[in-house]
Nanobody, 122 residues
């Protein structure tokens, strides 16, 4: 399993970033996919998820209305469009694979990549 995130960076409050994740080593459309994040001293925090064929997506309350998750099963990619970013969104963002056999956004994930840093600061 390989998950490679990209697209992070430094952005001012109110700005936007689009994170992307390229997946390989498994049958991508068999898995629910997640974006999770981690800040220093805290564990992994679920941000968003999308079911196998994009039928359902879900978001952490603080991300609703600002973030949009999408996936392209033909390209084995999952993306997170983040708008109106806030300083509290600062974190390392990881793409994560849901548990084998799960078809729901149940916040259960087993594998994640190395992450991409998002810093929101003026």
């Amino acid at each position: 399993v390989q998950l490679v995130e990209s697209g992070g960076g430094l952005v001012q409050p109110g700005g936007s970033l689009r994170l992307s994740c390229e997946a390989s080593g498994f049958t991508f459309d068999h898995y629910v996919m997640y974006w999770v994040r981690q800040t220093p001293g805290k564990g992994l925090e679920w941000v968003s998820c999308i079911t196998r064929y994009s039928g359902t997506s879900a978001y952490k309350d603080s991300a609703k209305g600002r973030f949009t998750i999408s996936r392209d099963n033909a390209k084995n990619t999952v993306s997170l469009q983040m708008n109106n970013l806030k300083p509290e969104d600062t974190a390392v963002y990881y793409c994560a694979r849901g548990r084998q056999g799960s078809t729901l956004c149940d916040t259960q994930f087993d594998d994640w990549g190395r992450g991409t840093q998002v810093t929101v600061s003026s």
